[in-house]
């Protein structure tokens, strides 16, 4: 990580922005660095992210020549109770010893694979979010073929959230993972179903007569396609999916070939987070409707943020050594639980 401690680091603002954020709605924070050993900083946030810099890590006890990332993660979720959310940023890069990488990265995404299974199975409420960044790099790196200097380009980190679901979903309401400094590429989240709230309208958002309290019904008039529209209120925080991948249509799957989805969007309201626009034709029987969120189980960015060799650095800056199968670990771990929430409401025909 020495390189991303340079001048200009966008790494530095961004940890910053974020756990200052975060530390506005926590009791405490504690820091820490981690490499073979969790060595606790004792002062506050500010010094943590001044003395951010190679002579202050080369000073931290543990091994930092090769730390194993797959370990590093195991401790991070091992201190996560459901009462803590814990931040690990890393370069995610997986160091090959002796070259020998599929087989190497293969066993690290086994070995993640169990950890974080073993800690859903125990805990069904526990989330992960993997936020890919990009920061300025100028230093040296590590890669199969020896040791390559790099000087002021730009290379990818992650910054992994994990804790309880429900902690999560509460802390981005209130803190946007867009709105971290210098913004993020990507991301990645993994987490059991929930259940939401949602709430059906008319397409002009008024609301519908009250049959009893748990079933609301409404008159829709077709429009000039003959297609019946309507919109759905729902809070979609819980699922932690990010608003790249619920603005894409295609991740809401409906159990009745006359409804769709036509689009989602993001909305500021007190209750919920998402307005979902949905069509029925006029060919649509009298069926009840299942309306899933069901986004892809590894983000196709992961495989092409992919590097197989830990070689040639300098043809592949956007690339991180093994990220496939170090997210493909949590992956496998969550592959049980294909949906994230399930809207449900019934049409009926006079």
């Not at 748990?214 to 932690?240: C, H, W």
Request: glycine share 6%; proline share 3%; net charge neutral.
């Amino acid at each position: 990580m020495d390189g991303y401690m340079c001048e200009g680091s966008e790494l530095k603002d961004a940890v910053y922005d974020y756990i200052s954020s975060l530390n506005s709605y926590a009791s405490s924070t504690n820091l820490f660095y981690i490499n073979s050993q969790v060595v606790p900083f004792h002062e506050e946030i500010q010094t943590f992210i001044r003395d951010l810099n190679p002579t202050s890590f080369r000073t931290v006890s543990g091994n930092r020549t090769n730390s194993d990332l797959a370990d590093m993660l195991q401790k991070v979720i091992a201190g996560t109770d459901k009462n803590t959310v814990s931040v690990f940023v890393s370069d995610c890069i997986l160091d090959v010893p002796q070259g020998d990488a599929r087989d190497y990265f293969v066993n690290r995404q086994i070995d993640l694979k169990n950890a974080f299974l073993k800690k859903v199975v125990h805990d069904k409420n526990f989330g992960v979010e993997i936020i890919q960044l990009e920061s300025r790099f100028s230093g040296k790196y590590y890669g199969t073929d020896g040791v390559t200097p790099l000087n002021n380009v730009k290379r990818p980190y992650y910054m992994w959230v994990v804790g309880d679901k429900n902690i999560l979903a509460y802390l981005n309401r209130h803190i946007s993972l867009s709105k971290i400094k210098h913004g993020y590429l990507n991301m990645a989240s993994f987490t059991t179903p929930s259940e939401i709230s949602y709430d059906c309208f008319n397409r002009y958002m008024k609301d519908g007569k009250k049959i009893n309290q748990n079933k609301k019904q409404m008159e829709l008039k077709s429009d000039r396609s003959g297609d019946f529209v309507f919109v759905i209120k729902a809070d979609l925080y819980p699922t932690l999916v990010d608003d790249k991948t619920l603005t894409n249509t295609e991740n809401f799957k409906v159990s009745n070939n006359f409804v769709k989805v036509d689009h989602v969007e993001k909305i500021e309201d007190e209750l919920y987070s998402h307005l979902i626009t949905v069509s029925i034709s006029d060919r649509a029987k009298a069926s009840g409707v299942v309306i899933d969120l069901t986004p892809e189980q590894l983000p196709s960015w992961v495989k092409k943020s992919n590097d197989d060799t830990g070689s040639n650095i300098k043809t592949k800056l956007s690339k991180t050594s093994g990220i496939q199968y170090i997210i493909g670990g949590v992956s496998d771990a969550y592959n049980e639980y294909k949906s994230r929430t399930k809207i449900k409401f019934t049409i009926t025909k006079n």
